[in-house]
């Protein structure tokens, strides 16, 4: 099913009233489970949620001119032959700047017949529209094979199930039960969500944020979802490390009980400052109502994590397709060319990840070389973005699992949440070897010292990292993948040199050693300011960090007349490649993803965000636009796709004035030759790549070649206001040998007016 976003759904049927339904990829894989099949998911915040509107209203039948289209979602089942009766999806649903107003609901319908509809409204646009909603809707089950499409629309109706919200009452009059079981060093531990959430009824309070001890993630008629930690205990002995979050979602069957109950069982051990760090291993067993799930000898990687979703009750599959096209147009992500992968490719994707496996992630993730995660979203993620299949949604969700068991997550023991520069503004991994001699503030902050074993196969690496957690949240909903989005951007600061960072404040420029490690770092922490919810604790401190960041940029190169080529000259841009003479050269294609970078976060609304841009994009225009075939001076575009440019003499030298001088420094074999002429292809031409006149050099065919990594600078750049960004694309386009991103579309970005 191209075009389309995606999600599973699991749900069951009893006697004609839904029991429940729901989406994601059930977690880690790996180990044993016993589960004969189960449902449910949703979306709502307590204090944000849009009312839910009552079946059987009649979209005609609404005020004038209240109803307007945004887009559809296509439910499919993909395996129940009990297509009687009702069915609940869920899913994560971005909204385009203005396509919902701040007083607008919305509501699914099919046929011009007004569904059940409960919405969280979890994220808005400065303009106070809905920027990202978790939505659920109950609607008829569709038969076997079949598909029902919902339409969503934008109203001014309030409308009311005509029953209160799903309540922890509601739930724990039923005999649910969930339990994770370690077994650590010969001691048993146990956790138990019902105990948990015992305790929070007694207490009377699970407000959507504020608390350590519980969240009220989905709230309202439909369902709703208590997010509770439970220590493992055994005895009055408690487990050192490790520790348990139940994400619980509690359905309403269509008779008004409590249906099916999904529960995410999350096992993590990130405990930052409370307890020395270690590697753990342990037999885990989770199990919730009649399902579960085992795993033995699991080594846990110290500030790792995992996580697995089993279903009280039985099921079927259900997967609700959201459209990609309007994912795109919403700005969440870059617009991507038209490609269908083929079926084959994709049946071939793994569906689940086994944890602390790696999986697709590349194990050491500073090794060199292209890798399956580099680009603004790595290959799992872009190839769902641009099908919107099944299979490649259950391969993005596996990718983003086995993401959990690199060393990158740190929770803060003290506020329950990924650690911050503000709380620890002295705390360090790049120089912890300073900071742990140096006493004073450094030692406030100072990260213990591993206990024993803190070895860990899988590495993270700041330059090379990937988009972790960030589609797979915006379009499930999932709390679990927001704080994998949370955890990475809290690294990406954590990590550097508290100095270089200028402390709290979260510098990029200088405490990130390489240009490509800056705009993955930027990319992500954008990423983070524009998904996380508006009312949780974390928003002010992505939107905060990703404003000074840009602002720092701003004042150091835009607002600097001594930097006359529009690119980054400086803090880590001419100290690479190691083999060049010091400080003298740069590597154009690090330069290609910052651009990208700082062109996503201008469409995600970040404040100077297109006025950086605008000041970038001229590097890579210029490097396409200077020189016309067959002019003997400029740059010619066919090596605009170099390896490394030199940007000065040496290193006591001024950079650089303009391309021509370093087109003449860097290319002088071939200065002085016509653009594009032949004469120039075989001087460029070596024995084992014979280059040809149309073509760029730099691997142009590859996917991952130098000419793509250009192509995303240039998308961006064209929906600049820069002068010739046309023409550049124009150029570009126009070459011979283009890749085929088909099955690899990291790089597939397009310009929006294409």
Known sequence: MSNRLAIIFSCVIVAAALVGCGGGSGGSGGGTSSQPAGGGNSGNLSNNASPAVSAGSNLSSLPSGTARHITDVSVQNYGSSNSAGTVDVTFGQVFAKGDVGASQH???????????????????????????????????????????????????????????????????????????????????????????????????????????????????????????????????????????????????????????VRVDSVIENDQTYAVAPNNETYDAKITVGQNSYSISNLTQYTQTRWHKVLWSQGGHSYFAGVSTAYLQQSKAVSKYANLKPSNQFLDSRPQAAQPMNHLDQTPDMGATGAQAGIGPLPKWTSTYVVSGDQRAFAWMLADDDAAGGYGFHYRDSATGRPVTIVDHPYITIADYSHASQAGGAFAKDLLPACANSCSNPNRFEIAHQPSIGYVSYLETGDFYYLEELQFEASYDELWANPSYRKYAKGRLLEASPQVRGQAWELRTISNAAFATPDHDPMKTYFVDQINYIVSDYIASYVDDPGHPLHTLDAYGAVHYPAHQPSNISIAPWQADFFTWAVGHAAEQGVPGANKLLNWLAPFQIGLMTSAKDGDTNGFCWQVASGYTFQFRDDNNSPIYTSLDEVYAKTYPSINGLGCNSQEMANQLSTPEDQLKPGQMIGFSASPTGFPANLQIALAVAADSSAGNAAKAWAVFDGRVDKPNYSQYPNFAVVPRGS
């Open 106 to 260: 919305v509501v699914a319908a099919v046929n011009g017949q007004v569904l059940p509809t409960q919405v969280d409204r979890k994220a808005t646009w400065a303009d106070g529209s809905v920027r990202h909603s978790v939505v659920t809707v109950q609607l008829p089950a569709p038969a076997s094979g079949k598909a029902t499409t919902l339409q969503l629309y934008a109203v001014a109706h309030k409308g009311g199930l005509g029953v209160g919200t799903v309540s922890l009452d509601d739930l724990l009059g039923t005999n649910f039960t969930a339990n994770v079981r370690i077994t650590l060093g010969g001691t048993t531990y146990t956790a138990n969500a019902r105990n948990a959430l015992e305790q929070i009824a007694q207490s009377g309070t699970c407000p959507a944020w504020g608390q350590r001890s519980c969240k009220r993630w989905l709230s309202g008629g439909l369902v709703s979802e208590w997010i509770v930690p439970a220590t493992l205990t055994s005895g009055n002995a408690t487990a050192p490390r490790l520790r348990v979050f139940f994400n619980v979602r509690a359905y309403r069957a269509a008779d008004g009980s409590i249906g099916n």
